[in-house]
């Protein structure tokens, strides 16, 4: 009742598309759902995140999609770019603690 | 406001020797989180501090321990290192809101470990 089942392992765009990546959870307790860009070498940084009473949020070019009864959320990047390139996680927190999916790594083609 | 910072960057030890990692939380956050990330993985939870307490305990043995101080800061302690410890440690602060959840949580650059 503990995973994140994140989807697809990688991905490859063409600048300008709409990747999207798609996270499933277990556990209807878990009360907030963010997403973290991460580069090589570096921390996670917050990308944006969403509270379940929500279904969808928007930040710049960036969207989550939340479907509570199907207990599934997806990320969705506008007018991607080059420097989009990075892994992306999905995860899902509960009591206080995340619970990551498997990653994302995105590759946007100039 | 300077974030959350870790030190030291990267470290390289021998297996059975210990190691100290240490975080400093973002400024106004109570609470500060660890993570263990291998190579091509999500980051794993090992345990959450909070008001100088482990709060919480993810699936990690007893090697692994901690300290909160107390202006927050906190270290991760790891006794006896095992080849398999080699990872990128990462630390999260977030601050816990009466009556509610806690805030955002915002993740240091992390400490690359080596164990040789």
């Known amino acids: 009742q503990q995973q994140v089942k994140q989807s697809p392992q990688s991905l490859i765009v063409q600048k300008g598309g709409i990747p999207i990546i798609n996270c499933a959870y277990e556990n209807t307790a878990f009360d907030y759902f963010p997403w973290y860009q991460q580069f090589p070498g570096k921390g996670p940084a917050l990308l944006i995140a969403?509270?379940?009473?929500?279904s969808e949020k928007k930040e710049g070019r960036f969207t989550i999609s939340f479907n509570k009864s199907a207990k599934q959320f997806s990320l969705h990047i506008m007018d991607s770019q080059p420097g989009d390139s990075a892994t992306y996680f999905c995860?899902?927190?509960?009591?206080?603690?995340?619970?990551f999916g498997q990653g994302t790594t995105l590759q946007v083609k100039p | 406001d300077a974030g959350v910072t870790q030190s030291p960057t990267h470290l390289i030890k021998t297996r059975g020797q210990q190691v100290t990692l240490r975080c400093s939380p973002k400024s106004g956050h109570d609470t500060v989180s660890w993570y263990q990330q291998a190579l091509g993985q999500g980051p794993q939870f090992i345990f959450q501090y909070y008001e100088e307490e482990e709060r919480q305990r993810g699936n990690f043995p007893d090697r692994f321990s901690g300290h909160q101080f107390p202006n927050y800061s906190s270290e991760l302690n790891v006794n006896a290192l095992l080849l398999g410890d080699s990872a990128l440690y990462l630390c999260?602060?977030?601050?816990?809101?009466?009556?509610?959840?806690?805030?955002?949580?915002?993740f240091g650059q992390g400490t690359r470990l080596t164990v040789v």
């Open positions: 995860a899902s927190r509960g009591a206080g603690k995340l619970i």
């Open positions: 999260a602060s977030s601050r816990i809101l009466l009556g509610g959840p806690n805030t955002e949580a915002f």
């Open positions: 969403i509270r379940p009473d929500v």
